[in-house]
């Protein structure tokens, strides 16, 4: 069984920034593609970023240049760094995996969430 949790999310002032980390355990084979999404209140869980096996990455146009993502494959964690936040980055975001464990084929993982918050 494979499980995501995710860590580093909180309250920040507008212009501040995060480091978010999910990290993913059990019987992993390879992890393909590693991206993290967001919620806000009252709206559709959107893509934020991701990051493929070969080192393709792509972004929301809300966040580029301010928010990098980044994997450590050997720990199968990926990071999110979020600089010059913004009150409309408001939301849970939540990690998303693309695993092969040793007994199935690529699946797709969540974590639980963690909430974000940038506000004076």
């Known amino acids: 069984q494979v499980q995501l949790v995710e860590s580093g999310g909180g309250l920040v002032q507008p212009g501040g920034s995060l480091r978010l980390s999910c990290a993913a355990s059990?019987?992993?084979?390879?992890?393909?593609?590693m991206g993290w999404y967001r919620q806000a209140p009252g709206k559709e869980r959107e893509l934020v970023a991701l990051?493929?096996?070969?080192?393709?990455?792509d972004y929301v146009d809300s966040v580029k240049g301010r928010f990098t993502i980044s994997r450590d494959n050997a720990k199968n964690t990926v990071y999110l760094q979020m600089n010059s936040l913004k009150p409309e980055d408001t939301a849970v975001y939540y990690c998303?995996?693309?695993?092969?464990?040793?007994?199935?084929?690529?699946?797709?993982?969540w974590g639980k969430g963690t909430l974000v918050t940038a506000s004076s």
């Open positions: 998303n995996m693309n695993i092969w464990t040793v007994f199935t084929s690529g699946t797709n993982y």
């Open positions: 059990g019987s992993i084979f390879k992890v393909n593609r």
């Open positions: 990051k493929t096996s070969d080192g393709t990455t």
